[in-house]
């Protein structure tokens, strides 16, 4: 939990893998790093058993990249694809049992907060819909409800594609998929609103078509996390295996899918809106300019 | 055999968008070197892949074609690329990579 923990023992460097080397010699660690840099420097995610073009795979990859303080971030999962990934990448990953991530988050971020007081210690969770909206809704709520301070991020494919097809809260009514051949009979479920009702102080949707902006949402995230109360963020990071795309189409359905129900939305709370001006320098949420980060109504 | 992305240093270091390393799902598989673009005359640094890594999926070639418009990526079998990059020979430097090119099936192949 410290850049003490992104170096080499003594004496054993010269039996490092090159990869580990590139990683304490070259890695984001304790330095600022953008997407406009990617392809320079040695990545915290490593090589991972996620398919050919997945496109969650390419969240992950994003939203590690824009963690404001790597070295001072843990992570936390649930099954689901995205933990084959997040596990490969060189930060603390919690992998709790199914449907228990935001539990353990919420008790990982307040002993963080004993040990270490006000320095900085982000908690991320990143898990799927199934984990998130289906098997660990009760926790996901009352987390929220508590305003426990750490970010949940749902890796929304749509679909438990780990496991064959079958459908979840978040597939989209009539979708006929190959455990659910009849095709889901109830709405998306509108975890959002659920969010806002439940008091995050960030609620945003946004899908990896747009790097740039997938950047600038979880560090927004992370940050008012720090101080203010829960975040959550929703990316769509559709199944390529259980939706059959093409992989090389993955980016045209993010595109259309974008443009179709997954608009880029963005709610930040008044005292979050003010936490990051005067904390951060945001410059967004000065009064003049507050219209764009007011995306989404907040009548919830 | 099995398909990698090739690109096309001609193409990329003459527009030098960069997309392409901001897309892929791998990470460190579409690294970005400025000197083996220049070095060979051409505007700015290129592209290129770390093969050993790349899983075909083809994604690149679909940004570099429809939001670059640059057509620079193709899909190649591997043992149709005389030279290419492996992680093994990448270094790492300031702001930039470097990579000494390699064919790839002897490599790889051991």
């Known amino acids: 939990m410290s850049l003490d923990y ?17 990683m304490v010699e070259h890695g984001p660690f304790g330095k600022k790093i953008s997407v406009s840099q990617m392809g320079s420097f ?31 971030t843990i992570t936390v999962g649930t099954a689901g694809c995205g933990r084959l ?40 969770v990143m898990a799927g819909d199934g984990g998130t909206a289906d098997i660990g809704f009760q926790q996901v709520l009352h987390s929220w409800f508590r305003k426990e301070r750490f970010t949940t991020i749902m890796l929304d494919n749509e679909v438990y594609g780990n496991t064959g097809g079958q459908e979840s809260g978040m597939t989209n009514r009539g979708a006929v998929l190959k455990m659910a051949p009849l095709g889901k009979k109830f709405e998306k479920m509108d975890m959002l609103q659920m969010a806002k009702v439940a008091g995050c102080a960030y609620v945003a949707t946004v899908v990896p078509n747009n790097p740039r902006r997938v950047e600038s949402v979880i560090k927004k995230a992370v940050l008012i996390a720090r101080e203010v109360g829960s975040t959550y963020i929703q990316a769509y990071t559709s199944c390529n295996i259980e939706y059959a795309i093409p992989t090389d189409k993955v980016m045209e359905d ?43 109504p907040t009548q919830a | ?39 060979k005359g051409f505007k700015y640094g290129t592209a290129y892949i770390a093969v050993d890594r790349c899983k075909g999926c083809a994604l ?40 000494v090119l390699s064919n790839p099936m002897i490599v790889i192949g051991n």
Request: charged letters at 25%; aromatic letters at 10%; hydrophobic letters at 40%.
């Open chain 1, 42 to 72: 040695k990545e915290i995610l490593e090589e991972h058993p996620m398919c050919a073009g997945c496109a969650m795979t390419l969240f992950i990859r994003l939203a590690i990249i824009a963690f404001p303080n790597p070295e001072d």
């Open chain 1, 6 to 22: 992104v170096k080499f023992s003594g004496g054993f460097e010269k039996f490092m893998p090159k990869e580990y080397r590139d």
């Open chain 1, 254 to 296: 993010a595109k259309t899918v974008e443009n179709d129900r997954y608009q880029f939305t963005e709610y930040v709370s008044d005292e979050a809106k003010q936490y990051l001006t005067e904390r951060y320098g945001y410059k967004d949420y000065l009064p003049k300019a507050a219209a764009p980060a007011a995306a989404i």
């Open chain 2, 60 to 99: 690149c070639v679909w940004v570099c074609d429809t939001l670059a418009k640059n057509n620079a990526i193709k899909m190649t079998m591997i043992d149709q690329l005389p030279m290419a990059a492996v992680t093994d020979n990448i270094r790492y430097e300031e702001k930039t990579t470097v990579a």
């Open chain 2, 1 to 39: 055999m099995y398909l990698v992305a090739n690109i096309s240093v001609e193409i990329c270091a003459s527009k030098s968008c960069k997309l392409c390393t901001q897309y892929c799902p791998e990470a460190n598989t579409i690294q970005y070197s400025e000197t083996m673009g220049t070095d």
């Open chain 1, 85 to 124: 990934a997040i596990s490969q990448a060189a930060i603390p990953f919690v992998y709790g049992n199914y449907g228990d991530q935001n539990g353990v988050a919420s008790g990982l971020s307040r002993g963080l907060r004993l040990r270490f007081g006000d320095k900085p210690k982000d908690v991320v």
